[in-house]
């Protein structure tokens, strides 16, 4: 086993990876830009290593910096997370050239997954299905118009290069297809320097399923079943559950052989992620596959009691894989709900600014991945997600009540979050039913709002205990010398500049 | 003493009086009598008839933040001297959803615009936002220009109605 292994992230799942190296008696290292030098990973780790200039390129994106840090600090190998470097290829070579372990699998395969039309023409030969589309590479506008219109509407305009809904289109006419080609490509372009697209034919309420599988280096795969992750926004993900509520045992084992296999026809090696379709009758379709450890993968861990984490290092120093599929089991239910600062109610964008208080629910299987705490500043620098609540119970009724509980009680402060978002979908009468689909936000939430019925009284009553208690004397005076007949003390609500309510 | 709470653009006027170990509540017309603890700093536990509000209370720079029964809420205390400017968003002034690049611009000054169509693409955190217009009219000004860096707020194109 490794001595001493360099985390390359930062928030949550660089606290994450830190505390499973802690356990397993490994020494740590953690990178941090200027913004994080207070961050819980930059704390927690047995060494911190400054990068400066917070820009992604500049700090955390950056290969040089990072592989001059682990040799100069004679780390052994390097975990990349999820995002940044975590699906690179060039950083998972560079390691290797300088004979640092990257925890993942090779090069090779991240490229091979990375790139979108030659994973699905690998799966495709493998006997794993895949979704109808064009993938080739001629990749002039005439071209992939004629080919779109070969796959019918709705389709969808997809980055090769691309991931999290970045560079992804969904066309319902032939008249949208051209700008939604050009504004894939842009997109594209920009976030990964390579603007060519693929088309595919688009399923009407599909559900988002994926296995987790893992590989060791001794030609072992095994899966660890499915997370139901259908619930997104943007197209990423906000709430994931295990079990999925539509899965059989019949189909489980169907789809689990398909991702082993599709693991092992690239001959995949560490943790990774098969990523399905399934449209409403169960046919199941190969989208992509995720070469690192995901966001949600506690939820796995929950309902197997596997630590995927600490078995990622394992793998990487090159142990077997003493797991057996036929050993690996999974009890009860587990859901995660990703806090993330943003705002459901304009569009689910990032906001920022300074955390003002952080206080996560305790209680009983209630995990809570966090990388926050009170007084942090939230920066535009990078990804809006602030922690990982994770709940687990003996099913899916349980576990509903049971994150509604948690998440009720999860107080974040000062930075607008997705919380009671979050809430109000796992209260929804489909969500409960479990009928859902990727377009569920889209479907059921579209024009959601806040704060429908105004401040609540219960707001109101502890606003003026707490001004009551804490405004300073002078101030008191001041307000007393305010005209005690003015009408506006009688009015009760109204609106500032605007119609009646 | 007298306070008014603004939350999202409504004003909330709430009177408070403490007697003897009570705070007298009035909103609305409607009194309310409370017993109340501070268990930690902006910590609450509130009595009030048959029920208890249990709520935390933290002061940003400019606003409060109120959480209670799971929700939270952003209010800014309002002086009650001097009266508040009414701060009535310019129409046809389309700031900025999010500080990043400008990507694309689809008009030009002077072009005229539908209801809904896309004026400028604005790129952050490697997603693209759409400027569209906010209802049939004439460009009046472009603020920006491709490449350009955008914060937040910030004005991106003028419109003008269309009469």
Partial sequence: ?501 | MFINYEHENHVYNVTIERRNNFFFITYNNTEYKVEAEEIKPGQFKIKIADRIIKSIITEGEKEKFVFVNGQVFKVKPIELTGKKKVRKKEEGNLSSPISGKVVSVKVKEGDSVKKGEVLMVIEAMKMEYLIRAPYNGKIKKINFKQNDQVEIGQSTVDVDKEV
């Fill in chain 1, 1 to 501: 086993m490794f001595k001493k292994v360099l985390i390359a992230n930062r928030g949550e799942i660089a606290v994450r990876i830190i505390k499973a190296c802690q356990e397993m008696g490994i020494k740590t290292v953690a990178i941090y830009s200027d913004v994080d030098k207070n961050a819980i990973h930059v704390q927690l780790a047995d060494e911190s290593i400054n990068l400066g200039d917070p820009t992604p390129s500049e700090s955390y994106l950056n290969i040089q910096k990072i592989i001059k840090i682990a040799k100069d600090t004679g780390s052994e190998a390097i975990h990349p997370g999820y995002g940044f470097l975590a699906e690179n290829p060039d950083f998972a070579q560079s390691c290797k050239d300088v004979g640092i372990k990257f925890i993942g699998p090779s090069s090779k395969v991240i490229s091979l997954m990375g790139d979108k039309i030659a994973a699905k023409t690998t799966m495709e030969k493998a006997g794993v299905p895949v979704i109808p589309g064009y993938h080739g590479l001629k990749q002039d506008d005439e071209t992939l118009i004629k080919e779109g219109k070969k796959i019918g509407f709705p389709l969808l305009v997809k980055a090769t290069a691309g991931g999290g809904g970045k560079g992804m289109r969904i066309v319902h006419s032939e008249n949208l297809l051209e700008q939604s080609i050009e504004s894939a490509k842009r997109e594209s372009k920009s976030a990964f320097g390579d603007d060519s697209v693929f088309l595919e034919k688009y399923l009407d309420k599909p559900r988002h399923i994926e296995f987790q599988i893992l590989a060791d280096e001794h030609g072992n795969v095994i899966h660890l079943f499915e997370r139901e992750c259908s619930v997104q926004r943007r197209h990423q993900k906000i709430i994931e559950e295990t079990p999925s509520p539509v899965m059989t045992p019949e189909l489980r084992d169907k789809m689990g052989k398909a991702a082993v296999a599709a693991a092992e026809a690239v001959g995949y090696t560490n943790a990774g992620t098969v990523e399905f379709m399934i449209d409403e009758k169960l046919n199941f379709y190969f989208m992509e596959m995720n070469t690192r450890l995901q966001v949600e993968h506690p939820i796995t861990e929950a309902t197997t009691g596997i630590d995927l984490a600490k078995w990622q290092l394992r793998i990487a120093s090159n142990e077997k894989l003493t797991l057996k599929q036929k050993d690996i089991t999974q009890r009860g239910h587990a859901i995660e709900c990703r806090i993330y600062a943003e705002d459901p109610s304009n569009g689910f964008l990032p906001s920022t600014g300074t955390l003002s208080k952080v206080e996560p629910p305790k209680g009983p299987n209630i995990r809570d991945d966090t990388g926050i705490y009170s007084g942090m500043k939230i920066t535009p620098y990078y990804d809006p997600l602030l922690s990982k609540l994770v709940v687990y119970a003996e099913n899916r009724n349980e576990c509903l009540n049971k994150m509604i509980w948690a998440i009720s009680r999860y107080v974040v402060l000062g930075v607008t979050t997705n919380i009671t978002f979050l809430n109000e979908v796992l209260k929804h009468k489909e969500f409960k039913k479990g009928n859902i689909s990727t377009h569920f936000i889209d479907e059921h939430f579209k024009d959601w709002t806040v704060t429908k019925d105004g401040l609540p009284i219960d707001a109101i009553i502890s606003l003026a205990v707490y001004d009551s208690l804490h405004t300073k004397r002078e101030e008191i005076t001041r307000y007393k010398e305010a005209d005690p007949h003015s009408p506006w003390k009688h009015v009760g609500r109204w609106r500032v500049g605007g119609r009646g309510i």
